[in-house]
């Protein structure tokens, strides 16, 4: 019988789709140079004040950033990529629609966060995207973590989750991207079954993903074309 392939950790991570992959890495990252200099984590914070601190890539990592190390940072992670994996695979078609709705979310965070005391969203996020996911198959029954429950359930559940590994701090975040979730729902789907306006993927975003994809595949065959 011959023997099978052995599966490295590469071939792993390339078969991940690019929305789930680019954000773990940025999640991943982030937390490892939080972990080895915990006064380094809130340089990657969002507050509104970010501009005069000179943070001015503060909205990009403030998503993918977490205020906590430990065991309630591996949930959050686990959590996330959880979420935003099966949001890839499973509910949004095209990447452009992905990534449009994470900064749906991401700028509503931006806009409410520093007030109720949150300056990285990384958890927030993920409960935005459980949300979102569960609409489709609400009676679907989904692993959480250990035990087996109703997908419509997860969001609640990881309410429960985050008071406990975070406390009111962790409840706030999660309440707010239920929230958003909510709110893309409603203006994308909802809304337009009433017969009122949709929210639809910004042209320019779907321009800049089609043109990535061609890059992409262009690398993949070897090529290089002058001016592309």
Known sequence: MPKKPDVTFKDLWNSLPPVTRTSMLLAVLIGIISTLNPFVSTKFWYTHDFLARGRYWAPLTAPFAFQGHGIPYLLSLVNFYTNISAAETKKFHRTADLVFYLLFVVVIFLAVGPSIGSYAYLNGVGAALSYTITQDDPEGMVQYFV?????????????????????????????????????????????????????????WIANAESKTRARIELRRRGGHRLGR
Request: proline share 7%; charged share 10%.
């Open 147 to 203: 035990f087996q429950t109703k997908r419509k359930y997860t969001p609640w559940i990881g309410i429960v989750v985050a008071f406990v590994a975070a406390g009111l701090l962790g409840i706030g975040d999660q309440v707010v991207g239920i929230a958003a979730g909510h709110m893309f729902l409603f203006l994308t789907e909802l809304l337009p079954l009433a017969g009122g306006p949709k929210l639809s993927t910004p042209q």
